[in-house]
């Protein structure tokens, strides 16, 4: 079985790079002293690195194991089995995932008021999203497309209260944003995030009428994924926020 699962991976570029990434990451940060290990940026990163990375396995295993994926669908779901793994990727990646990285940026903000505010949209969204699929509004084994909506519209609200706060607070007066690498993670993940928003909301056509299009959008944003993990495992490399180990911390 996980033959079949290594196979999946070992012929997929990006798969090999996001789970090498996830392999130098752990090894990094085990590395880390105790005390170190412990506080929220870091503690919150390897966090992340190994949610994006746990779902890029499983979402494999599930194709492969169409024993188990099919007893899942069942369990979680009244809809008939039609082989497809989608609820692996809508627990994992667009919800549980969306969560690590958004608590993450919010480390990041200074302004309690903004910090508040991120706080409480991210509850809603986690409120509204089992909600939605509590109720079948939102069927957890199909396309969620409120639920995707609802994730892009909180992660690039997130990352606009950042950039808001770094112009705005005395935290970041001395602290040079080129060389703050959450700086960096978070302008691709708005990015990409406003790329996957356009994408989605013109998904159908694109399919249909620009394919060209439509897997230029679906690389960019394997691309950004994969510039935003190495961003979170140089941050292990150098155990520090900044690309400069002397200049001052966050």
């Not at 007893?71 to 082989?83: E, F, R, T």
């Not at 199909?142 to 519209?153: D, E, L, S």
């Not at 040079?176 to 302008?187: A, D, S, V």
């Not at 909301?201 to 249909?208: C, T, V």
């Amino acid at each position: 079985m996980l033959i079949g699962v290594f196979d999946r991976i070992l012929s997929n570029p990006y798969l090999i790079g996001i789970h090498s990434l996830a392999f130098l990451g752990i090894i990094t940060f085990s590395l880390f002293p105790a005390k170190l290990k412990k506080q929220p940026p870091y503690f919150l990163a390897i966090i992340v690195l190994l949610t994006i990375s746990f779902y890029e396995f499983f979402g494999p295993y599930t194709l492969v194991d169409r024993d188990f994926n099919e007893s899942m669908h069942h369990l979680i779901s009244n809809v008939p089995y039609q082989g497809w793994n989608l609820w692996a990727y809508n627990i994992f990646r667009y919800q549980i995932s969306l969560i690590f990285i958004n608590s993450w940026i919010s480390l990041f903000i200074c302004n309690q008021q903004f910090k508040k505010i991120l706080i409480s949209l991210l509850l809603i969204f986690i409120g509204v999203s089992l909600f939605l699929e509590l109720t079948k509004i939102q069927e957890i084994t199909g396309f969620q497309p409120i639920i995707y909506f609802m994730g892009y519209v909180l992660s690039i609200t997130a990352c606009c209260l950042f950039f808001v706060d770094l112009v705005s607070s005395e935290r970041y007066l001395d602290i040079n944003p080129l060389r703050f690498i959450p700086f960096w993670f978070i302008n691709c993940y708005l990015f990409q995030n406003v790329l996957l928003m356009l994408a989605e909301m013109a998904g159908e056509y694109l399919s249909f009428n620009n394919l060209t299009l439509y897997f230029f959008f679906k690389y960019i944003s394997m691309i950004q994924y994969f510039f935003m993990l190495t961003l979170i495992v140089s941050i292990f490399l150098k155990r520090s926020l900044f690309i400069e180990k002397k200049a001052k911390a966050a």
